[in-house]
């Protein structure tokens, strides 16, 4: 069972990792799309795809970040306690909150998945000026919540080594 959570820790963080290391450019894509927005509303005639083209920049930096952020331990934490903690009492508090994580993404990947399947059935477009169709940033919210809770259970089998005295 090891070697399985093993495995598994190592490809889920391999592509998480390369995933979120490209993301993290991704800022630059907003900032481009954000100045051309200034540029044109200054000088030219004001875009319509602008604003809503960097919201679907944004939910895209962070939902496939997301992952990566989980990853390398960059989520928020009461550190009132945690921070005195041992590293199997960290693993212990861990082991259990994940699991709340985990439920909570279920449901979350439920609905986007229907969300998704709807927008693809029916057409779905954003009801602004520029109507742009709405599956390609659901597609891609649905993959990084799959994402973040692959990546969860990447989290948790670590708590479990940790807790077994093994290291993944």
Do not use: H
């Not at 900032?31 to 919201?55: C, N, R």
């Amino acid at each position: 069972m090891m070697a399985f959570m093993g495995k598994y820790v190592r490809i889920i963080d391999a592509i998480n990792y390369r995933v979120g290391r490209i993301m993290m450019y991704f800022i630059f894509v907003m900032v481009g799309i954000l100045l051309w927005s200034s540029i044109s509303k200054t000088f030219f005639l004001p875009s319509l795809w602008t604003l809503e083209m960097a919201q679907f920049a944004m939910v895209a930096y962070y939902m496939l970040g997301g992952p990566y952020a989980l990853q390398k331990g960059a989520n928020v934490r009461m550190d009132l306690f945690y921070g005195t903690w041992s590293d199997k009492r960290k693993a212990q508090v861990d082991a259990v909150t994940v699991l709340f994580l985990i439920f909570y993404l279920g449901v979350m990947l439920y609905g986007a998945y229907d969300s998704t399947s709807y927008s693809f059935q029916y057409g779905e477009r954003s009801p602004t000026a520029w109507r742009p169709y709405l599956w390609p940033i659901k597609v891609i919210m649905c993959f990084g919540i799959f994402m973040m809770l692959l990546q969860s259970i990447s989290e948790l089998f670590k708590d479990i080594a940790t807790l077994k005295g093994v290291k993944l």
